[in-house]
């Protein structure tokens, strides 16, 4: 491969604010697009050699065969475009479908690619044919990036994007509802730089009560690196729906005296006591499950009983679970376990997805 830009490359990141930025603080403006909820990629094409590179600068390729077949289909024949693989379920997207499409072996990937096919949304032009667009301004690399896909077809897209900051808070309301998790604002002067922060993403959060009914340990020793957390559904069963981190490492030691009391060894009558048998098929639904990424990493988990509960933020829900890792608030030892249900949460109002998708903007 032989490109003005070769792998690897860290992507430009964007920096968590609490409000939307508006146009007028930056010279030259601001223009905003939807914060897909997927996996960060920069696209590397030169002829017939694709290379798919993670946020983690890991390759990404193996994993989705069929972006590999569009990129060479719908991209220039030689290009850097920076951008989001996700998979979508109806009108939704589906981070959790996404998830499983990071396998070891090459007959599940195959068979994931056809049953559980992604799309590649792009949103930055870093480069194309010999000239590398890094030092270019933002608006222009977006108004070539429009230029270059118009035309193209699913599974590539390009991001809506908009000028207008009115639409960017209506869009921050009503996307939620087709799986999207924000607005990322880009002012419109910024070149490309690695690894920086010189973007801006607005995220939804929320809290909501939950039962800690067990932890994982922290991966450099005996403190706890993660609470696991439930919510009793409909049928009065405690349904695990993710993990809560966000601690100092003087915290998570605290933690460990903290939850002695409530460790249980014998799992009989623990609500997730079925976990201690799991298999290829419930793995990934269970706290001691193995990484899809490395195959390998210890997500052992040690069970508690059921009797605390803790507050969490959390950005939103994928299906039954919270999206991505909540982050711990407090202890509410005013709330009993029971009261943790699902009823509690703030649902979005269902959006469609093919309304996102269906064009560029401006």
Request: proline fraction near 7%; include cysteine.
């Amino acid at each position: 491969m032989d490109l003005p830009i070769n792998p690897p490359l860290a992507p430009m990141l964007a920096k968590p604010v609490k409000e939307m930025p508006t146009g007028a603080q930056f010279e030259g403006g601001m223009l905003y697009e939807p914060k897909w909820d997927g996996f960060r990629c920069i696209v590397f094409r030169d002829g017939d050699e694709v290379e798919l590179s993670s946020r983690g600068e890991r390759p990404l390729t193996r994993y989705f065969p069929e972006l590999v077949d569009a990129v060479r289909g719908e991209l220039p024949e030689r290009c850097v475009v920076d951008g989001e693989i996700v998979v979508r379920k109806g009108q939704v997207l589906d981070f959790d479908s996404l998830s499983q499409r990071i396998h070891p072996a090459e007959s599940r990937i195959k068979l994931l690619a056809e049953h559980l096919p992604a799309s590649f949304v792009a949103f930055d032009l870093l480069a194309v044919g010999d000239e590398s667009l890094m030092d270019t301004p933002f608006g222009e690399r977006r108004r070539r990036l429009v230029d270059m896909l118009t035309g193209a077809r699913p599974p590539i897209h390009v991001t809506i994007a908009t000028d207008s900051y009115d639409t960017a808070l209506r869009w921050f309301d009503e996307f939620e509802g087709a799986g999207l998790d924000g607005v990322i604002a880009k002012p419109r002067t910024v070149g490309y730089v690695p690894d920086k922060r010189l973007m801006f993403k607005v995220k939804h959060e929320r809290t909501a009560d939950c039962v800690v009914a067990g932890f994982r340990w922290h991966k450099s020793g005996p403190i706890v690196g993660s609470l696991l957390l439930g919510l009793y559904n409909d049928s009065g069963a405690l349904q695990h729906v993710g993990v809560a981190a966000s601690f100092s490492m003087k915290r998570r030691a605290e933690l460990v005296e903290e939850l002695r009391p409530y460790r249980v060894e014998d799992l009989t009558g623990h609500p997730w006591e079925g976990w201690a048998r799991q298999d290829e098929a419930t793995a990934d639904r269970m706290p001691g499950a193995v990484s899809r990424w490395t195959g390998k990493k210890d997500l052992s988990w040690v069970a508690l009983r059921p009797d605390l509960v803790c507050e969490v933020a959390y950005e939103g829900m994928e299906g039954d679970r919270i999206r991505h890792t909540a982050r711990f608030r407090r202890w509410r030892p005013d709330r009993t376990p029971r009261s943790c249900t699902y009823e509690q949460l703030d649902r979005p109002v269902a959006y469609d997805l093919d309304d996102i998708f269906g064009g560029a903007g401006g």
